[in-house]
């Protein structure tokens, strides 16, 4: 298990902070319980301490925040769990006979597994049909085809939330793959294979907190290994002295739209209605009136004459330009 990073940073609420301090205590398994000989964590992946990958993981919360808000219709807190390495099969033990949603995904064209409980998948459920989702603890042996449907939405919203958290560091292309809950066979992934398990803790109200978990495979994550364990040092960029002069010029060269309105009568309806040729609308206005460029209030002016044209004389400046 990785120390879990500042998520402050991210955007997560201050209420959800508070949740980072317990760890993992419900967690199906940890990296220290791994099998007998699989050796030190570590060597299980080449990404170092996953630092980088914990930060996607706080990222991609708000986003998990906003799947699942709008099927509770109600102000949700998430917070990202600390990171784990392990077998997909030891984590699949853990889980015991318990029935699971294994929902598939795909990073580029590799297998990610999104895993939902079934209890998860009852609630958003009943709540998509109306419901309270307050659904009594029960031990389902299938999913309903309803279920099916909605798991496909939800894989397909957490396809595009994991893309946009991913996109400062990789443009991976995330998609949700045709699945059908409760079946044993996960294609693309075998029990063998190493899994980063990302959790996500959701909680509405007083209600107890909900988990869904993400797994990468370490083979799904390889091709972005450069990204994962490389650090970034910031370095002030040179100017470029001729595209500024450039942009400048292009700047200044900009036209706007300069108008002044002398005056605005106000007329009824019935007077409307009898106006004809001929007919006088009188008007007045003060020795000043205001002078808009591109819409924007930029002071006052006096009308006059310049060159035998009708002009306006600035004769205050007091717009946001200045």
């Known amino acids: 298990m990785v120390n879990e990073p500042d998520l402050s940073d991210f955007g997560l609420e201050p209420d959800a902070t508070e949740r ?23 060597k299980l992946h080449p990404f170092g301490d996953l630092h980088t990958l914990q930060h996607l993981s706080a990222r991609a919360a708000r986003g998990v925040r906003q799947v699942f808000e709008g099927y509770w219709r109600s102000e949700t807190r998430t917070w990202a769990e ?9 984590y699949r ?13 795909t990073m580029d064209g590799r297998p990610v597994l999104v895993v939902l409980d079934s209890q998860f998948v009852a609630e958003l459920l009943d709540l998509f049909f109306g419901g309270t989702g307050d659904v009594s603890p029960m031990l389902a042996l299938e999913f309903t085809p309803a279920a099916d449907v909605l798991a496909q939405r939800v894989a397909a919203a957490m396809a595009r939330t994991l893309q946009a958290a991913w ?7 995330f ?25 996500f803790g959701l909680a ?6 909900l988990f869904v978990d993400v797994l990468y495979p370490v083979a799904t994550l390889k091709p972005h290994t450069v990204a994962l364990t490389g650090k970034v040092v910031a370095k002030p960029a040179e100017v470029d002295a001729e595209w500024r002069t450039q942009l400048t010029r292009a700047a200044m060269g900009v036209r706007l739209p300069v108008r002044s309105v002398l005056a605005e009568p106000t007329i009824s309806l019935a007077k409307l209605m009898d106006l004809k040729e001929g007919d006088v609308i009188p008007i007045s206005f003060g020795p000043d009136v205001p002078i808009v460029i591109g819409g924007v209030a930029l002071g006052m002016g006096t009308v006059g004459t310049s060159n035998g044209r009708a002009a306006i004389r600035i004769s205050k400046l007091e717009g946001p330009l200045l």
């Open 82 to 90: 600390p990171l784990e390495v392990l077998r997909l099969a030891d």
């Open 204 to 209: 509405r109200g007083s209600a107890k907190p």
């Open 167 to 173: 996109e400062p560091l990789a443009r991976a292309r």
């Open 93 to 105: 033990a853990a889980r015991g006979d318990k029935l699971t949603a294994y929902l598939p995904l």
């Open 20 to 42: 980072r301090g317990r760890g993992r205590t419900d967690s199906p398994v940890g990296v220290t319980n791994l099998g007998a000989g699989s050796g030190a964590a570590g």
């Open 175 to 199: 998609g949700a793959e045709r699945c059908e809950l409760g079946s044993n066979l996960i294609q693309g992934i075998e029990g063998d294979d190493v899994v980063i398990s990302t959790r």
